[in-house]
Each structure stands twice: as C-alpha cells, then as structure tokens.
C-alpha cells in the first residue's frame, strides 16, 4: 500500500469556481516537489468551505484531472469541545492580517550587509 500527500485548504466563505484552480495548483506544486512517484500515490486536494451549491461544485469538477474534493463545514454544528479547538472566522482573518503585516514590514526593511 503506498501512502499519499493529501492538501487540504479550509475556505471561510460560500465556494467559488476559482478555489479548484487554486487548489488544483497547490496539488500540483506537492506532486512534483514533495512526491516520490515509486513511493506515493497521486496528491489528492480537500477544499473546505463554510456552504456550497452543489451543482456549481458539480461543474467546477468537470473538468479537474487531479483528484479533487469540496466539502462543506458548519462552525456552529461542531462539538462544543471542538468549537473551542477550531478558530472563528474572525480569529482566521485576524491571524492573516497579523502574518501579512509582519511579511509586508519585512520585505519592506532593507537587505542585511555582510
């Protein structure tokens, strides 16, 4: 049995047709940099997103080569236990605002002299 590389992108919004091409390369980028062909089986992608239309997902997989996955998740019809192991959305884009503030100051700062 071979093992697999499996990449999973968590979505706070409704699902948009665009995320599989996202997500599409992402499995891609994993397939050819992290995979060992004679040891792995092909990357599988799990994009999950707060609500779906079904027959826009239906569509969206239509033309996918890689093997692709939309899931829907409800934060409020998780376990009270795993609500508090979950972040908010609000929680999520507070942390991306934070991680691309303190990239944005970084790339800002003049190269180090050696």
């Not at 998780?78 to 609000?90: E, Y």
């Amino acid at each position: 049995m071979q093992s697999r590389f499996v990449v999973v992108e968590l979505k706070v919004g409704q699902f948009q047709p665009e995320y599989l091409g996202q997500l599409g390369f992402y499995v891609a980028w994993v397939d050819d940099n992290l995979r060992g062909h004679d040891r792995h089986a092909p990357t599988i992608g799990i994009l999950l997103c707060a609500g779906r239309n079904d027959n826009v997902v239906r569509y969206s997989l239509a033309g996918a080569s890689a093997p692709l996955a939309v899931a829907d998740y409800t934060y409020d019809a998780l376990p009270a236990s795993a609500r508090d192991a979950v972040p908010t959305a609000d929680e999520l884009v507070t942390a991306v605002d934070a991680t691309l503030a303190e990239l944005s100051d970084q790339t800002s700062q003049p190269p180090h002299q050696y």
